[in-house]
């Protein structure tokens, strides 16, 4: 079954308290990328990757980091987590590298983070 | 830089009601449109799309028509029903730009 799997689905953590979410995809798609949504606020991108080893900013990106070393997985770093950064977070993916225009994005279940 | 602005929820409606979620947006060249629904405790899912001017796109009886000339992308459904009860994001993608969303409608259907 084509998916998108993130784990975990919900974590309680404390500030400055290093955590990873993963993501990864089995469709074989080249464009990876994590939003959070917030109430009010919709959703935001945080990073994107068109294919591995490239990763960009998205209009979120302060406190986050992502690596894209191999094409099935798109892993979401919070280094030194605050309270602000307590969301809903979604890994998505679609097929395109280069041109995203017509192809939808896959989005996984989401994961709740709550940084006390 | 390109946007969407949909209607500002929530909306309540009683089943079998007409509904429409309003979607406009801003975009240089000619970007394809979505639809997505995000039901309870769920990802957000394709509900339906268009990619170029005066195409409809349909799917479980909604209907979104791209109009190039108003700039916008409503989202209807003849007969609502309780099951539809979810929000509704209208996004737009445009040429080697990644997804923009609107900030989410959500839908209450009432029996």
């Known amino acids: 079954e084509a998916q998108v799997t993130q784990n975990p689905r919900y974590l309680i953590t404390v500030t400055g308290k290093k955590l990873t979410v993963t993501c990864s995809q089995n469709?074989?798609?080249?464009?990876m990328s994590w939003y959070r949504q917030d109430p009010g606020l919709g959703l935001r991108q945080i990073y994107y990757?068109?294919?591995?080893?490239?990763?960009d900013k998205g209009d979120v990106p302060e406190g986050y980091k992502v690596s894209r070393k191999e094409k099935r997985n798109f892993p979401l770093i919070l280094e030194s987590p605050s309270p602000n950064q307590t969301s809903l977070y979604f890994c998505?993916?679609?097929?395109?590298?280069?041109?995203?225009?017509?192809?939808?994005?896959?989005f996984g279940d989401g994961t709740r983070l709550s940084i006390l | 830089g390109d946007s969407v602005t949909q209607m500002e929820g929530p909306v309540t409606l009683s089943e079998e009601a007409f509904l429409t979620i309003n979607c406009t947006y801003t975009?240089?060249?000619?970007?394809?449109l979505f639809w997505y629904v995000q039901y309870p405790g769920e990802g957000l899912q394709l509900l339906l799309k268009?990619?170029?001017?005066?195409d409809k796109g349909s799917n479980k009886g909604f209907e979104a028509t791209y109009r190039k000339e108003t700039t916008s992308f409503h989202l209807e459904k003849g007969s609502v029903q309780v099951s539809d009860s979810a929000v509704y994001f209208c996004?737009?993608?445009?040429?080697?730009?990644?997804?923009?969303f609107g900030k989410g409608t959500r839908l209450s259907v009432i029996a």
């Open positions: 469709m074989n798609h080249e464009y």
């Open positions: 268009a990619t170029k001017a005066d």
């Open positions: 990757s068109m294919n591995v080893e490239v990763t």
């Open positions: 996004a737009l993608s445009g040429r080697n730009t990644p997804l923009v």
């Open positions: 998505a993916s679609s097929l395109n590298g280069g041109r995203v225009s017509n192809q939808p994005q896959h």
């Open positions: 975009a240089t060249g000619y970007p394809s």
